[in-house]
């Protein structure tokens, strides 16, 4: 690796190349889904039918039966009301009130984020981008903040593969990048969907953040700059 690399901290200054998860690993939204959530409630006006945890909870089953955000959205909010005693539509109403709301270019760089990803082209190291979630809103975080043209690649897990934590987005990405995964690190704020899904892999892993129990085997930091150094 070249001199630029020693301002990687390990696991990072060792491997040939990278992957990243996007949303809260590198991005996140200035509004953040539960106040959208609110507005899009007060927009209909009715009172919340469901917490944006159950939103959360339920994103990955609906994310694997449905081919956009919208879609997503609607076909979950259908379901969290009817299980609350309301009627499915009002649910609907509800997700495209949020659709309204929610402007999915609407992102910014996560703490340390940009720093790493300058630090890896200065040192000439690939990386890749790993995303559980519509192609549709993942590629207009990704588009926003320019890392789409900066990813060797951007493999969008769940359509065009099998989601994480399953080895085959992460397969797909390590095969664009040319490394093997015991060459590569995978650095993302999940638990189960990042850090293990990239052990399973057969690559290292960075938890970012301080959710969840790390897997044996994976580094915890608590945020992106705490893989460079000074």
């Not at 630090?119 to 995303?131: K, Q, R």
């Not at 903040?145 to 085959?168: I, L, S, Y």
Request: charged share 25%; glycine share 8%; proline share 6%.
């Amino acid at each position: 690796m070249p001199d630029d690399g020693s301002r990687l901290a390990a696991p990072l200054a060792t491997a040939d190349a990278v992957t990243f998860d996007l949303d809260d690993t590198l991005v996140s939204y200035r509004r953040s889904p539960g106040e959208v959530l609110a507005a899009a409630f007060e927009t209909v006006g009715v009172d919340p039918l469901f917490p944006v945890e159950a939103y959360y909870e339920r994103f990955a089953e609906f994310n694997d039966q449905t081919d956009s955000m919208a879609d997503l959205r609607e076909a979950c909010f259908a379901a969290l009301a009817a299980e609350r005693g309301h009627d499915s539509d009002l649910g609907r109403t509800v997700a495209r009130a949020f659709a309204r709301e929610r402007d999915h270019g609407n992102v910014e760089w996560c703490p340390g984020a940009r720093e790493v990803l300058d630090t890896l082209d200065a040192a000439d190291v690939s990386y890749a981008v790993v995303t559980n979630g519509p192609p549709d809103a993942q590629a207009a975080k990704a588009g926003a903040v320019g890392v789409d043209e900066r990813a060797v690649t951007v493999v969008f897990a769940g359509h065009d593969t099998a989601a994480k934590p399953d080895p085959a987005p992460f397969e797909r990405a390590l095969s664009t990048l040319g490394v093997a995964a015991g060459d590569a690190v995978h650095v993302g704020d999940s638990a189960d969907s990042d850090a293990a899904g990239a052990l399973d892999a057969g690559m290292g892993a960075v938890l970012v953040g301080t959710d969840g129990v790390a897997p044996d085997g994976a580094i915890r930091v608590p945020s992106l700059t705490a893989v460079l150094r000074d």
